[in-house]
Nanobody, 130 residues
Framework: QLHLMESGGGSVQTGGSLRLSCAAP?????????MGWFRQAPGKEREGVAV??????????AGAVKGRTTISLDNGKNTVTLYLEMNRLKLSDTATYFC????????????????????WGQGTQVTVSS
């Protein structure tokens, strides 16, 4: 079982910024794959925040975060690290954030197709308060 490990969550006031990180073993993510950030607020379904494809510059953002969020990837040999830089945080950004991944061979890098993502982290909590 492949494990992803998120970090960087916490409590922040509205308008603030956070950077989330997700570490994965480099040996498992060679080739072309999709990685993304998803979030789940209490009582709501898990939703996509941002995804990217490792093999090119493709990125896609949910409308709710577009323009104030950046997803990026550090494709190291031993460790692959996925980042999510979030700015101008809103109360509605409060949720547990998960990183996820799957091989590009297993499907498109879709922000909607949550169930296509085979590997998941345990989540990190982001709480935005006024």
């Amino acid at each position: 079982q492949l494990h992803l490990m998120e970090s960087g969550g916490g409590s922040v006031q509205t308008g603030g910024s956070l950077r989330l990180s997700c570490a994965a073993p480099g040996y498992a993510f060679s080739g072309d794959y999709c990685m993304g950030w998803f979030r789940q607020a209490p009582g709501k379904e898990r939703e996509g925040v941002a995804v990217l494809r490792s093999g090119n510059d493709y990125t896609y953002y949910a409308g709710a975060v577009k323009g104030r969020t950046t997803i990026s990837l550090d494709n190291g040999k031993n460790t692959v690290t996925l980042y999510l830089e979030m700015n101008r945080l809103k109360l509605s950004d409060t949720a547990t954030y998960f990183c996820a991944a799957h091989s590009r061979e297993e499907g498109l890098c879709s922000i909607e197709r949550v169930n296509d993502y085979k590997y998941w982290g345990q989540g990190t909590q982001v709480t935005v308060s006024s």
